[in-house]
């Protein structure tokens, strides 16, 4: 840049050498046109900035906060539009495709996905294709759709061995490990999940060995296989604490709770989802902090202390209703019937059946007027992705040369025939 503005000096000189007004008019022009390009540039830069920032925000966004990856995705696709910064609008593509997803609307969400992977794809960076392909396949998986779950996480493995980045080269494991879980290949499900969980910890990554732990805690819970099980969770909550994740934290607290009710010890299971909950206040997220109201709700049925149970059923049936949890929503009304039919209050319970009714009509008419906003939140842009990767600060700098110097060429020459002329 130093160069750059010799050449705007050297030309300054020739100015006032000839002291001709009009050489002053064209300078000015080609200043204000460098300027304007440099203002340019420093918009796109800026734009790209924001992009790698929602980059580093997305997966703490997706796990912790559905409503800050909204907004951060909204701010940036607005921002990325007014220059069509492609890249920065697949992030925030990716961004909303993730959000949707997670709201109850996976295909919509792989749309976004979509658009974003082919642009990834394009500028051939692995790591970026390698997670949007796992998000699509999580948008297949939460359809129960496990065989199409399983092919895109297998291709989001072959990409990511492809990475720079070492540790996305494992990353879906753990989500073929719950496809074939859920598929009944148990071997596989336990192979996918050690390996994984070997990966983490040669990379330490303690809250994604936690999170494997859980996985394998939970797998042997199902499988009846109850001391393998509390062997993983206590290895889990310990890995939890190491890495200091109140999200993994809570989880491994909730699934100890778990444990210790699937063996009647119901004080313990209530001590620990107590525990839970504590910590899931302190991070507000509402499907978590449905999981722990719902399972002490539980707790307490099963103790026969129905009040505390009727309490902690309202607790989460407010979780729900709050934050649009209709799936949770279903299940708390369930609960509260099903109190109200075990201490033979059928008046009661037949009420709330028929709130269950007509909570399930409006929730559907609330749920496509939330999904119509949703969408009208969303610009849908259009856009083909570039045929080749463009060297952009090279491209700029040549830009830069080209008006500096055919501005230098013009005034020397114009310079030249008023000296003739004169």
Excluded at 322 to 330: G, I
């Amino acid at each position: 840049m130093l160069a750059v503005y010799r050449i705007f000096l050297f030309s300054f000189n020739l100015m006032f050498r000839y002291k001709h007004r009009f050489n002053l008019f064209i300078l000015a022009f080609f200043l204000l046109l460098s300027f304007s390009f440099h203002s340019q540039q420093a918009s796109s830069l800026d734009i790209n900035n924001q992009a790698s920032l929602s980059l580093e925000k997305w997966n703490r966004y997706l796990r912790n906060n559905l409503d800050s990856l909204k907004i951060d995705a909204l701010k940036l696709l607005q921002h990325s539009n007014i220059n069509n910064n492609l890249f920065a609008i697949s992030v925030a593509k990716r961004s909303m495709g993730s959000f949707f997803i997670r709201k109850g609307y996976p295909s919509k969400g792989r749309d976004y996905l979509k658009h974003s992977l082919a642009y990834f794809e394009k500028m051939d960076d692995k790591t970026l294709a390698a997670e949007t392909l796992s998000e699509i396949g999580v948008s297949f998986f939460v359809e129960n759709d496990y065989y199409e779950a399983k092919n895109y996480f297998e291709q989001s493995l072959k990409c990511a061995s492809k990475s720079k980045d070492i540790t996305i080269s494992f990353m879906s494991e753990i989500n073929l490990a719950q496809v074939y879980s859920n598929l009944g290949d148990h071997l596989k499900a336990t192979s996918y999940a050690n390996h994984y969980l070997r990966q983490c910890l040669y990379h330490n990554k303690l809250e994604s060995a936690s999170n494997a732990l859980a996985f394998l805690g939970t797998y042997e819970i199902n499988n009846n296989r109850l001391f393998l099980a509390k062997e993983y969770l206590l290895k889990s909550h310990e890995y939890a604490l190491q890495s200091t994740s109140k999200i993994q934290i809570s989880l491994s607290y909730n699934n100890l709770g778990v444990w210790f009710a699937t063996n009647n010890n119901f004080e313990k299971a209530k001590a620990y989802f107590i525990k839970s909950l504590t910590i899931r206040k302190e991070i507000n997220s509402p499907k978590q902090l449905f999981e722990s109201y719902y399972n002490l709700a539980e707790v307490y049925l099963l103790i026969n202390d129905f009040d505390q149970s009727i309490k902690m059923y309202n607790l989460a049936l407010s979780v729900t209703m709050e934050n649009y949890l209709f799936n949770e929503e279903v299940e708390c009304w369930n609960g509260l019937s099903n109190i109200c039919e075990i201490k033979k209050d059928f008046k009661t319970a037949s009420l709330y059946k028929d709130t269950l009714i007509q909570r399930i009509s409006s929730n559907n008419k609330l749920k496509i007027k939330e999904y119509q906003q949703l969408l009208n939140l969303v610009d849908p842009i259009q856009y083909n992705p570039p045929k080749r990767k463009l060297k952009q600060k090279e491209y700029s700098i040549l830009i830069e040369f080209a008006i500096v110097g055919f501005a230098v060429v013009t005034l020397i020459l114009l310079n030249s025939k008023l000296k003739i002329r004169f």
